[in-house]
């Protein structure tokens, strides 16, 4: 066989690899984004606007990295820990996706799915495992800082104070459900 047709045969048969080299962004991330059973939601009286800042603050100041903040389809993930090259044989981190959606009365929900990962080994040798949080309190936590979050900073004046009715119990593990925001009125 001529050499000509041997390198034409090897670049024939890289041609396909070589494809997948550059091609477009792949940001297999969103498939998580489907809500399912994982998910745990809260309603909200804000617009979904509104509700999509005070999920992206909350995040944020917990410490979580943002990797996706997409407003146009409400999507939102970070991941939070000590990963990377340098971590420990064993460590672990937190990562969330959250979805805020329209309801059907002009309102917002907030899905939201924590994920708690652990890795082990080192460069060479490295395992993920990831669980899924199912704790309630720690979603309700959760879903009450996204209520009461301060969207105007701290140059902005204080709402008062009001006593909020518990809206969930331990026992029954019912959602959250954000209370209306309302200043109390004086009969005077």
């Not at 962004?25 to 969103?30: G, M, N, V, Y």
């Amino acid at each position: 066989m001529s050499q000509r047709f041997i390198a034409s045969l090897a670049a024939a048969a890289l041609l396909p690899l070589a494809g997948c080299a550059g091609g477009g962004a792949i940001q297999p991330d969103r498939s998580v984004f489907s809500l399912d059973g994982n998910y745990q939601r809260c309603q909200y009286g804000y617009s979904i606007e509104d509700t999509f800042d005070r999920t992206v603050k909350v995040f944020k100041e917990a410490g979580y990295h943002l990797d996706v903040i997409d407003r146009a389809t409400g999507q939102i993930s970070g991941e939070r820990g000590s990963m990377g090259a340098l971590a420990a044989a064993s460590d672990k981190g937190l990562k969330f996706y959250a979805l805020v959606l329209p309801t059907s009365s002009g309102q917002s929900q907030v899905g939201v799915k924590i994920v708690q990962i652990i890795e082990h080994g080192s460069v060479l040798n490295k395992s993920r495992t990831e669980i899924i949080v199912s704790d309630p309190q720690m979603y309700q936590y959760m879903f009450r800082r996204i209520d009461d979050i301060d969207m105007l900073g701290a140059t902005g004046p204080a709402a008062p104070a009001t006593q909020k009715p518990a809206a969930w119990d331990n026992y029954g593990a019912q959602p959250y459900q954000a209370q209306p925001k309302g200043y109390a009125t004086s009969g005077h």
